[in-house]
């Protein structure tokens, strides 16, 4: 019972971390950076944060995989019609929507950026900042019970 906790603790602080970096990126230093038309100041918080970023994205993959195993056992029951399998399905879509847009800014916007390309690198901060939210909502949906089917 003591690694579930740790990995439940490691989980939430790395949903502290990626989410509250995207906040204060996406709530203080994308808005100035487009008030001023400057790529510069979002591209230095990039850099800086991707040294604590990257590894806490990657210890809530590790850590949710983990516990999602913890909890309803083989990844075939992740996809059940449960209230559980329900976050753990809605967080596997968050995570491919965070990858994606990863992938497509690490390599197609990124290496592009400049002043006049800022607004494309903007959208995918705003939406990976809105995952990241929705992330930490439906991790805490699970104190809850998780998420009741939809359709009912």
């Not at 970023?53 to 949710?64: K, R």
């Not at 400049?114 to 903007?122: C, R």
């Amino acid at each position: 019972m003591a690694s579930y906790y740790i990995a439940l603790a490691l989980h939430i602080l790395g949903a502290t971390i990626w989410a509250g970096g995207h906040l204060v990126l996406a709530t203080t230093i994308l808005p100035r950076a487009q008030r001023e038309h400057r790529a510069a100041p979002v591209s230095d918080f990039e850099q800086s944060f991707e040294r604590i970023g990257l590894p806490a994205l990657a210890v809530q993959i590790l850590t949710g995989l983990w516990l999602a195993h913890h909890l309803l056992g083989a990844p075939g029951n992740w996809l059940h019609d449960d209230p559980l399998a329900h976050v753990v399905q809605i967080k596997l879509g968050l995570l491919a929507l965070t990858l994606g847009l990863a992938i497509h800014a690490r390599y197609r916007v990124i290496p592009k950026l400049s002043d006049d390309t800022l607004p494309t690198l903007a959208w995918h901060i705003r939406l990976v900042t809105i995952a990241a939210v929705l992330f930490v909502l439906a991790g805490a949906s699970i104190r809850f019970g998780g998420y009741p089917a939809f359709d009912r």
